[in-house]
């Protein structure tokens, strides 16, 4: 069974940082592209980042670039984003999710963000 | 970055019902269009991929149309468990993503 749990959310302070990670697990890692979207409190999904099977393709928002790094380790089957310069209006639910060609099959439970003083 | 224009916002519809759900791209996007349902509390759930195509499990009651900029989102005979958001999203070429704005259904 294809199971993705994040994991790393938290009450942070504006201009703080946070990690998340996403453990994979019941498929091939290596070979899905993976990427994280985001969802603030009673609003529509945003998407937040794209990673290649590889890890060596990346691509951002225009509203996290600079401030959000994804990565992976395909050993570890898991995949994370380190998030710096928080702002209130990254509070939201964090979900990453598995797929390929832009289509997400598989997604993550999500983790809560609030970016709060 | 490509604009997804999603109708409407809200809809609310009887058991048996059809629902349709509009999504509008604002440049040609071929059919590289997906539909997802989302229930209250829960993650996303992919749907239709390739604007037509039935994911695997899916119930037949949904479909998909539409190519370039207009695509159709149908639910031929609404049933209670389908009271959730859906959402389009594009996937032409490169990143971002974009999602349309969600619809949310409701039982009349």
């Known amino acids: 069974e294809v199971q993705l749990v994040e994991s790393g959310g938290n009450l942070v302070l504006p201009g703080g940082s946070l990690r998340l990670s996403c453990a994979a697990s019941?498929?091939?890692?290596?070979?899905?592209?993976m990427t994280w979207v985001r969802q603030a409190p009673g609003k529509g999904l945003e998407w937040v980042s794209y990673?290649?099977?590889?890890?060596?393709?990346?691509y951002y928002a225009d509203s996290v670039k600079g401030r959000f790094t994804v990565s992976r380790d395909n050993a570890k089957t898991s995949l994370y984003l380190q998030m710096n310069s928080l702002r209130a209006e990254d509070t939201a639910v964090y979900y990453c999710?598995?797929?390929?060609?832009?289509?997400?099959?598989?997604w993550g439970q999500g983790t809560l963000v609030i970016v709060s003083s | 970055d490509i604009q997804m224009t999603q109708s409407p916002s809200s809809l609310s519809a009887s058991v048996g019902d059809r629902v349709t759900i509009t999504c509008q791209a604002s440049?040609?996007?071929?059919?590289?269009l997906n539909w997802y349902q989302q229930k209250p509390g829960k993650a996303p759930n992919l749907l239709i991929y390739?604007?037509?195509n039935l994911e695997t499990g899916v119930p037949s009651r949904f479909s998909g149309s539409g190519s370039a900029t207009d695509f159709t989102f149908t639910i031929s005979s609404l049933q209670p468990e389908d009271i959730a958001t859906y959402y389009c999203?594009?996937?032409?070429?490169?990143?971002?993503?974009?999602f349309g704005q969600g619809t949310k259904l409701e039982i009349k």
């Open positions: 440049q040609d996007i071929s059919n590289y």
């Open positions: 019941g498929f091939t890692f290596s070979s899905y592209e």
């Open positions: 999203q594009q996937y032409d070429n490169l990143p971002p993503y974009t």
């Open positions: 990673i290649s099977s590889s890890g060596k393709t990346i």
């Open positions: 390739d604007a037509s």
């Open positions: 999710a598995s797929g390929g060609r832009g289509s997400w099959y598989h």
